[in-house]
């Protein structure tokens, strides 16, 4: 198989995000054939059928093109009062919307860290719901939740070794399940 493309999305907008680290940490540690793209959610809208109507926003038409045109998603997320982060339900709406629903059939990948003992884990089970609603294939196993966050990043680079280490696995698992779901 040629090379793939790997589009990344933290839900959070917050400069020194501990999920946004974490994903540039993942991304920092892809072989070099795979192509990765980090998508920003700090442009879109909040999700309007009205706007919609008028034709969808260049920001979001945007967003939607890159992640159809990608060969798997990986989305970083921390939770917010046992949920995911608003920002993040907003986008994942507007990339449910017709005429094409590029999550559908979309092998994804999706990670969490928080200053908890939890490190994400009811996030990241609704985001796994939101993303079963929109037809994605998310992968299983193996789960990553970075709990105690503080202790683990400095100076929004990751220090703790052991998550380090059990991250190469994810990458490798990540990058054989979108082999395997393939491309829609």
Do not use: C
Request: charged content about 20%.
């Amino acid at each position: 198989m040629s090379s793939l493309t790997i589009v990344g999305i933290s839900g959070s907008l917050r400069t020194g995000s501990y999920n946004t680290a974490l994903l540039h940490y993942v991304q920092s540690i892809m072989p070099p054939d795979i192509e990765f793209k980090e998508l920003l959610l700090n442009d879109l809208p909040l999700y309007n059928a009205d706007m919609e109507a008028e034709g969808f926003p260049e920001s979001v038409k945007a967003f939607r093109e890159d992640i159809a045109a990608a060969d798997g998603v990986l989305i970083a997320s921390p939770e917010y009062n046992y949920s995911i982060p608003g920002v993040l339900k907003n986008a994942i709406d507007w990339a449910s919307r017709a005429p094409s629903a590029p999550f559908s059939g979309k092998p994804v990948g999706v990670l969490s860290a928080s200053n908890g003992i939890f490190g994400g884990v009811r996030g990241q089970a609704h985001l796994r719901y939101v993303l079963f609603a929109v037809n994605a294939h998310v992968m299983n196993r193996p789960e990553v939740y970075v709990m105690s966050a503080a202790q683990k990043f400095e100076n929004n680079m990751l220090i703790d070794e052991k998550t380090k280490e059990f991250l190469a696995k994810y990458v490798a698992a990540l990058i054989d399940w979108i082999k395997l779901i393939g491309r829609k």
